[in-house]
């Protein structure tokens, strides 16, 4: 069969492949400690999950307006007004099938034939792939560990040309957990803005903030900016609800339009009992939020000393999220028997099928020289892993 060229030109995510290869030891029997997954080990909190229930007992599951319940949508830009500082009205927000079918409908909504987007590595996987579904080019801007890994003006400026239509901003940052502060976001946004450049602020991972970091919505940055930015957030990292797939954005009434335009006749609605649970999320009690993220940050202390104490590791200091990227290239070119650990690909693979410990490997968001660690598991499993990774570690040569 031929398949359409599009589907050649990209990979499964890495992501969801690492977890396919773990779980795979796992059922073989393996004791796998997975520092693999991107998403919360917390269960979703109890009365959101009441709220589901309800829905259900009730006889809610109908179609919804596709692009989203009018309750839900106001209340999202109620949450931006309140937690954000943003004004958007509701035709100017969309409720999606989660935060990466966001990403997917804008790309698909902005971008003709050769249309550059700005993606600043290391990236989130999807952001690529997703560019070229929709006929875009990606261009990829490094950014460097001795900045925390986050962008500045002078690579920003040389990456804008004439074609240049988006940017994706990603702050808490996965997967470094990099973190802009206002002073540093601004200046960038500003540039793309007076550019006519539109900012995709993925900003997923807004609660889960450490080190007393205030979180910094890039719409609220300014006039102009805030009439150049989409900003994307949804349920799945901040109320341990992955598996819902509830994500919204809100935006330039335009796009959104033609957002909504599209996901009428891909999707239709998210699915209606989620939509019911997403609202009791948004618009309930917060302090299930806030005992997840002080639990990550305990284990970021731990986890994060752990590994800055192995020989070789530089490891820059997350300002949210719940990942750790350290920096293992002073083991590349080492060996293992025959194994030549050439990059990050097969140091990932060696600590898989070696110290069973499953990461991602760096190379999966653009930047070889580190690994992805998730800490979305428990202390007693980190302690475990940091362990095996000392040990897996000391044993190349
Ligand atoms: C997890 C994640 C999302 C969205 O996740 P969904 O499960 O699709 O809601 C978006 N952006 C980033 C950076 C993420 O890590």
């Not at 991107?38 to 979703?44: H, K, L, Q, V, Y």
Request: aromatic share 8%; net charge neutral.
């Amino acid at each position: 069969m031929e398949l359409a060229r599009r589907v050649m030109s990209i990979q499964p995510s890495p992501t969801l492949a690492v977890d396919a290869k773990a779980k795979s030891l796992k059922a073989a029997g393996v004791d796998v400690i997975s520092f693999g997954v991107g998403e919360p080990d917390f269960r979703t909190p109890a009365h959101i999950c009441a709220a589901a229930k309800e829905a259900i007992d009730q006889g809610f599951h109908g179609y919804t307006a596709a692009d989203g319940m009018p309750e839900l949508k106001k209340a999202v830009a109620e949450k931006f007004k309140r937690d954000n500082g943003l004004d958007y009205s509701t035709d100017q927000v969309i409720i999606n099938v989660g935060g990466k079918h966001s990403s997917y409908l804008l790309m698909q909504a902005l971008l003709n034939d050769g249309d550059e987007v700005i993606v600043p590595a290391p990236y989130w996987v999807s952001y690529p792939p997703m560019v070229i579904l929709a006929g875009g080019v990606p261009v990829i801007v490094p950014t460097r560990e001795a900045d925390d890994f986050k962008l500045n003006i002078a690579d920003l400026t040389k990456a804008i040309t004439k074609k240049t239509k988006a940017i994706f901003i990603n702050s808490p940052s996965n997967p470094t957990g990099s973190v802009y502060s206002a002073e540093e976001l601004r200046p960038l946004a500003q540039l793309c803005a007076d550019n006519g450049i539109i900012i995709v602020s993925d900003e997923m991972y807004e609660p889960i903030l450490f080190g007393g970091r205030k979180f910094v919505s890039t719409a609220s940055l300014g006039d102009k900016i805030f009439q150049h930015t989409c900003t994307l957030n949804g349920v799945s990292k901040a109320y341990a609800m992955t598996g819902w797939r509830i994500g919204y954005m809100a935006g330039p009434a335009p796009l959104i339009k033609a957002c909504a335009k599209i996901q009428s006749q891909s999707t239709s609605n998210p699915t209606s009992i989620s939509q019911k649970a997403a609202l009791t999320a948004l618009t309930g009690p917060q302090d299930e939020v806030e005992k997840m993220r002080v639990e990550f940050e305990k284990r970021l202390a731990y986890i994060l000393g752990r590994l800055r104490a192995m020989p070789g590791v530089t490891c820059s200091e997350p300002g949210g999220a719940f990942y750790v990227f350290p920096n293992l290239s002073a083991y590349f070119g080492k060996k293992f028997g025959d194994t030549v650990i050439a990059g990050s690909l097969e140091l990932s693979d060696y600590l898989l099928e070696h110290s069973h410990i499953a990461t991602v490997p760096g190379v999966a968001f653009g930047e070889d020289s580190c690994v992805r660690f998730s800490f979305a598991t428990s202390m007693e499993l980190i302690a475990k892993g940091m362990d095996r990774l000392a040990d897996g570690l000391a044993k190349l040569k």
